[in-house]
């Protein structure tokens, strides 16, 4: 797929409020969200926010409930409008277009999934799946086969004439994820779009994900308030908070070196085994490296620990993508990157003079 | 005291002046257009006549077979199917298959002409609160306002007859649909229409293919409701010259004929709970989307 369906947010602000024109520059110039409420009775929805998503990547904006977060994802197809800034997809700002040119782009450059499915409640599954298509102006024909095999890849072939509220939450969303996917749209956007099923539904939709977007490699904006949802899926994730951007890097990134306390507080209970991958703690090869176990770059800690302790050694040789070794590391070293490191909390909670 | 006493009200020559000035001015009103309008209603008068006099003079047994069959089409109940027919022999039976014929013609037209004008008036309304702030108090008006007060301009207007008649059945009849329809499409979740939205859907199409399917519940139940004032309105109706059976009930009144009073009475009675049961199921019909639910 093209390497131009990258997205990117350029100093988007966003202020709700009849005048939130007005309040751009005084927020720019470091008016808080508390003083803007308070003074001028407007709500700050989005700060400054700066993110380069990268073309067919997982890009996910993690937040908890009031961060800005869906508001942020609304600005991509402009269901909100920007107070100011641009979002440029493939050279065009999409906050300039017009009606007719905004319409074109949600349909065919765009898919969305809703937390709450937004399903068509008076459609089959199948009138459902086929509703973007369909909006495209495609012949009912072309529409039904496409729904078809959509519905068939996430699971709910022969279900195609029940409806919505026939099917269960995860059913539910795999109808929406079917619509979505129908669409063949390059950018999909996730608004919290597994946040309202059950952890093991939840589990098998991120699965299922993962494996469509190894083949499809959409550019997908997920949004969600689960910091495990996000290292699990996220090649890259910027938290927000307050409507500003804190943080953003690779799930590692954050993991490892969290920028503030509050994000040390959030990846404090994290499963740093599974995060982690070796080719970040490895360090140069020492010593022979025949007779070793060899481990991929990008294996976890926890896959690391496992074989070091099934193979009974204490190091281990890191192969890089050519299949040379690049690195080496040891038992201690694992152990070392799985445990919370003390040392750094400490350093980040008291602020450098 | 004498100030307190009696209210200040008007001079007795200045209120008299005032109301012969309103009287006159629409009397001037009434000759000098009074013929336009009456043009312009008269396709709407060939329409019911045309209507009214195919209904008559369809042979009976054939009448029949075709509300039986409009019948089970609406609800898929044998037992209404079966109830409407022995309810329409017994009505001819008694003598009043004219007038019944004459009503049904009144009810279908007016009803029509209520849901032409009242769904897309119900839409606008649903689209801007400007429109909905308007419409709502002429509504208002529309509902609680004595039928007897508007028969009057409308009489001085077109007169005596069917078309009069038609109007005064609808002014009475169309707030609830036009109501139901703004409400429904109101009521839309508005989840589903972001959906709609992000998917490119033009307002037209979230239109046609979202808030209508979904609205329609609740405008089923303003059709209903307007058919139901429809019928209400027979009576009253009969006294400007429309005919049908609110006639009979009117001469029952002023003659005191308990009998005939009560026969035609029921007629109606009859038939509106025909109508209301055939289209209540109509409605739930359309919505078997909602039967079942996953639990």
């Given at each position: ?293 060899t481990l991929d770059a990008q294996a976890s800690l926890e896959q690391a620990a496992r074989l070091l302790s099934t193979k009974g050694k204490d190091r281990a040789i890191v192969l890089g993508n050519d299949g040379a070794a690049e690195g ?26 | ?197 992000a998917f490119g859907a033009s307002p037209r199409q979230k239109l046609l293919s979202v808030q209508l399917p979904l609205a329609l519940p609740n405008i089923f139940a303003g059709i209903n409701q307007t058919i139901m004032m429809a019928l ?64």
């Open positions: 797929m093209a390497d131009n369906n990258g997205i990117e947010l350029r100093g988007l602000f966003k202020i709700f409020g009849p005048h939130g024109k007005k309040y751009v520059q005084a927020v720019r110039d470091g008016m808080t969200k508390e003083e803007l409420n308070a003074r001028h009775g407007h709500v700050l929805g989005l700060k400054d926010i700066n993110i380069s998503i990268p073309a067919s990547k997982i890009q996910v904006i993690m937040g908890l409930s009031g961060s800005g977060k869906s508001t942020l994802i609304r600005h991509i197809n402009r269901l909100i409008e920007p107070t100011a800034g641009e979002v440029i997809f493939q050279g065009q700002d999409i906050c300039k277009m017009n009606k007719a040119d905004l319409l074109r782009f949600r349909r065919h450059k765009t898919a969305m999934v809703f937390q709450k499915f937004a399903l068509l409640p008076h459609r089959t599954v199948l009138g459902n799946a086929l509703y973007g298509v369909e909006l495209q102006g495609v012949s009912r024909k072309e529409c039904e086969e496409r729904a078809r095999r959509w519905l068939a890849r996430v699971g709910l072939d022969g279900f195609e004439d029940h409806y919505p509220n026939q099917l269960s939450g995860g059913m539910q969303q795999r109808v929406g994820l079917a619509r979505a996917l129908t669409n063949n749209a390059d950018i999909l956007l996730m608004d919290e779009a597994f946040s309202a099923l059950d952890p093991l539904i939840r589990m098998d939709m991120q699965k299922i994900l993962l494996d469509l977007q190894e083949e499809l490699h959409k550019t997908i904006v997920f949004i969600t308030h689960d910091l495990d949802e996000a290292l699990r899926l996220g090649d890259r994730i910027a938290i927000l908070r307050d409507g500003e951007v804190i943080q953003q890097g690779t799930g590692q990134d954050i993991v490892l070196h969290p920028a503030d306390d509050y994000i040390a507080d959030f990846v404090k209970d994290v499963n740093r085994a599974r995060v982690i991958k070796v080719g970040t703690i490895m360090s140069p090869v020492s010593g022979p490296a025949n007779g070793f176990p080496q590391i040891t038992l201690r070293r694992v152990i070392d990157a799985m445990v919370t490191p003390v040392a750094s909390e400490k350093e980040v909670s008291q602020p450098e003079t | 005291m004498d100030f307190l006493g009696a209210f200040p009200q008007m001079g007795r020559t200045e209120l008299r002046d005032l109301k012969k000035g309103i009287d006159e001015a629409f009397r001037h009103f009434s000759r000098t257009h009074g013929q336009a309008i009456e043009d312009f209603f008269h396709p709407l008068l060939k329409f019911l006549v045309w209507f009214e006099k195919l209904l008559l003079a369809t042979p009976w047994p054939l009448m029949i077979a075709i509300i039986a069959a409009l019948v089970w089409l609406g609800s898929r109940s044998i037992k209404m199917t079966i109830g409407s027919i022995l309810t329409f022999l017994l009505i001819g039976y008694l003598g009043m298959w004219k007038d019944t014929m004459s009503t049904l013609a009144l009810i279908s037209v007016a009803t029509f002409l209520c849901i032409l004008i009242g769904i897309p008036l119900g839409i606008l309304m649903a689209r801007s609160d400007r429109i909905q702030a308007i419409v709502t108090p002429i509504l208002d008006i529309m509902q609680t306002i004595p039928s007897f007060v508007y028969l009057i301009p409308v009489l001085m207007l077109l007169g005596i007859g069917k078309v009069p008649g038609l109007i005064a059945v609808c002014v009475y009849a169309i707030p609830p649909v036009v109501r139901l329809t703004n409400l429904g499409i109101r009521l839309v979740d508005r989840d589903v229409l972001e959906a709609a939205d209400g309105m027979v009576v009253i109706a009969s006294m400007i010259g429309v005919p049908g059976l609110g006639v009979p009930v009117l001469k029952a009144v002023n003659n005191q004929y308990l009998a005939l009073g009560m026969m035609n009475g029921l007629a109606i009675v009859a038939i509106a709970i025909l109508f209301d049961r055939v289209s209540q199921k109509f409605g739930k019909r359309l919505q078997k989307h909602s039967e079942t639910i996953h639990g």
